[in-house]
């Protein structure tokens, strides 16, 4: 979605501009691993140990590549990061309707940049379902009541996505190309 206003935008001038953007998403993808990092960590290792998985990410030879030109993939990557860390957010504190909109529009921008995340964050998403169910630690969050939050962010991030799915199935006959 926004990804992909920004990718015919980069298209439209020279491609400096969109470059720049692309490499400004860079670091956010960065800063949302850095933040998954911490939350599933001792705090007692944050300071040392926090910037770790970015540079890891950084060492994976494609990601340079796409964080300086104008690709989709860091958009995309963005969205999932979000996905995920909303879910272990939930798990750990409950849930709240606030980070399942931001959520819902993760999952959204994620299925519609590209059509071959919706197999993963299906999958995500039944793994955080049955996280969900048999976490008791946050009262009100798990169980039956859980699970019915977890289908409706779902639906949320289906209907956030659906004008892109509309405009595919209208264009190729594939609302998911």
């Given at each position: 979605m926004l990804g992909e206003m920004h990718?015919?935008?980069?298209?439209?001038?020279?491609?400096e501009s969109g470059r720049l953007i692309h490499f400004a998403w860079l670091f956010i993808c960065l800063g949302l691993i850095t933040a998954l990092f911490k939350m599933f960590n001792r705090p007692e290792n944050h300071d040392r140990l926090s910037l770790l998985p970015a540079m890891g990410f950084l060492l994976i030879p494609s990601v340079p590549i796409l964080g300086a030109w104008c690709f989709i993939d860091m958009f995309m990557t963005a969205y999932f990061l979000g996905f995920v860390l909303i879910a272990g957010i939930s798990l750990k504190r409950g849930f709240s309707w606030r980070l399942a909109l931001i959520q819902a529009f993760c999952i959204g921008g994620c299925i519609s940049t590209k059509y071959t995340m919706l197999p993963l964050i299906g999958i995500l998403g039944i793994i955080w379902m049955l996280l969900t169910s048999f976490n008791r630690k946050p009262r009100d969050t798990g169980g039956a009541a859980g699970c019915l939050r977890i289908i409706m962010t779902g639906v949320g991030g289906l209907v956030m996505g659906s004008i892109w799915y509309l405009r595919n199935a209208c264009w190729t006959g594939n609302p998911f190309y």
């Open positions: 990718f015919m935008a980069a298209l439209t001038g020279d491609g």
